[in-house]
């Protein structure tokens, strides 16, 4: 059974910082590129940053580039967002997805369905 679980959301004030976490199994995870896509609400869902497979290549939507950090530990099936300076506006639900294509400049951020999903985790930025 293939399954994604994110972890380490939560409320931060303004300006603070969460790590969160994906992780993966039922599947190769190695193989497979990691997206970290938010949907706030009456919002649609944006993608934010993926990591390719293997050779660790990265790619940021241009509201997050500079403040939060995609990774991942094919050792572990696991991948991380580390998020800093967070603003009010970051607050949504964050899903990670796993795909087995990638696309130069742009990774799995193309708007096409990726292969798995996770559940989400909420992640409220406020004071």
């Known amino acids: 059974q293939v399954q994604l679980v994110e972890s380490g959301g939560g409320l931060v004030q303004p300006g603070g910082s969460l790590r969160l976490s994906c992780a993966g199994s039922g599947f190769r995870f190695r193989s497979y590129a990691i997206g970290w896509f938010r949907q706030a609400p009456g919002k649609e869902r944006e993608g934010i940053s993926c990591i390719s497979s293997t050779d660790g290549d990265t790619y940021y939507a241009d509201s997050v580039k500079g403040r939060f950090t995609i990774s991942r530990d094919n050792a572990k099936n696991t991948a991380y967002l580390q998020m800093n300076s967070l603003k009010p506006e970051d607050t949504a639900v964050y899903y990670c997805?796993?795909?087995?294509?990638?696309?130069?400049?742009?990774?799995?951020?193309?708007?096409?369905?990726?292969?798995?999903w996770g559940q989400g985790t909420q992640v409220t930025v406020s004071e």
């Open positions: 997805a796993a795909d087995s294509a990638w696309l130069p400049g742009i990774g799995i951020l193309d708007g096409t369905e990726p292969d798995y």
